[in-house]
């Protein structure tokens, strides 16, 4: 059964229950319940160290849950395998950009693209579909020209671009992109806005944290607000952010 497939029937692409992370003393997400439309655009925000990035990265695997249920697709997860995301329907960008840095843009690429098991993805590297799909999500992000750099030489802007890319070669429902938009020139926002449209308007849910209010309002169609790791507003965007302790405690400071 194909992704697609087994994800028809949930009302939601993504819910948390009583979901907690806690480092030591600090309780970086706190017994948080929130409810992710599916598709549509659904922003997380709240001030620094409200938890936004721990949420995703709880979402994803990336971090083990201290306790609450992740459901994905309507089902309950106690544990979040990294590695089983895609198979759940989701992936994921990270805040501090994570690429292959002695690979080329166009390995980075590829190795998202194709299986993970390294045999198999010695024969998938050489078959035309790949090749074909690599291009065109290169041709995407406009980093077509860049295929032959390391990514280390990538400016700031660039790797961000390559790891969207990297996060859409998996054809996956929901898609978590942490900060996507920070320290962008205008123009590298501007192109970051039209791919998650894009991918929005082909019906998938996306995911996204930012500190850019006016994008906020622009992209989203439901929004989360997190204060010391517990949910502070969730519901349409421009109703949310007109009550008044979301502007209390977030948009006044
Ligand atoms: N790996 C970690 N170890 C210890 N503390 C952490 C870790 N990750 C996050 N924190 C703390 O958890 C809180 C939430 O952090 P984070 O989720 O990064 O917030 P945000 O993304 O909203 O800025 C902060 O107080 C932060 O210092
Ligand atoms: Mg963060």
Redesign the pocket.
């Given at each position: 059964m194909s992704t697609a497939q087994a994800t028809s029937g949930a009302a939601y692409a993504l819910e948390t229950e009583a979901i907690s992370k806690h480092?030591?003393a600090?309780r970086?997400?706190n017994r948080l319940s929130i409810s992710v439309p599916r598709q549509g655009m659904t922003s997380i925000v709240?001030?620094?160290?409200?938890?936004?990035?721990?949420?995703v990265?709880l979402l994803s695997g990336v971090l083990p849950l201290d306790g609450g249920t992740v459901i994905i697709d309507g089902v309950g997860l106690k544990v979040v395998h990294a590695y089983e995301t895609p198979d759940h329907g989701i992936t994921r960008t990270f805040?501090e950009v994570r690429l292959f840095d002695q690979m080329s843009v166009w390995d980075n690429i590829m190795v998202a693209l194709t299986d993970r098991r390294l045999f198999p993805a010695l024969l998938e590297r050489a078959q035309p579909r790949y090749r074909e799909q690599a291009q065109r999500l290169l041709e995407n992000v406009g980093m077509w020209e860049k295929r032959r750099d390391l990514a280390s030489n990538l400016s700031y802007g660039q790797r961000k671009l390559l790891e969207i890319g990297r996060a859409m070669a998996l054809d996956v429902n929901t898609y978590l992109f942490?900060e996507p938009f920070a320290g962008l020139f205008p123009q590298m926002l501007e192109r970051v806005k039209g791919i998650m449209k894009e991918m929005r308007d082909q019906g998938r849910t996306i995911i996204f944290?930012s500190h850019n209010m006016d994008i906020v309002r622009e992209l989203s169609d439901h929004i989360i607000v997190?204060d010391s790791?517990s949910l502070l507003a969730e519901g349409e965007v421009e109703e949310v952010l007109s009550r008044a302790e979301v502007i209390a405690a977030y948009l006044g400071d």
């Open positions: 480092f030591g600090v970086a997400v709240g001030p620094n160290g409200s938890g936004k990035s721990t949420l990265n805040q942490d944290i997190l790791g």
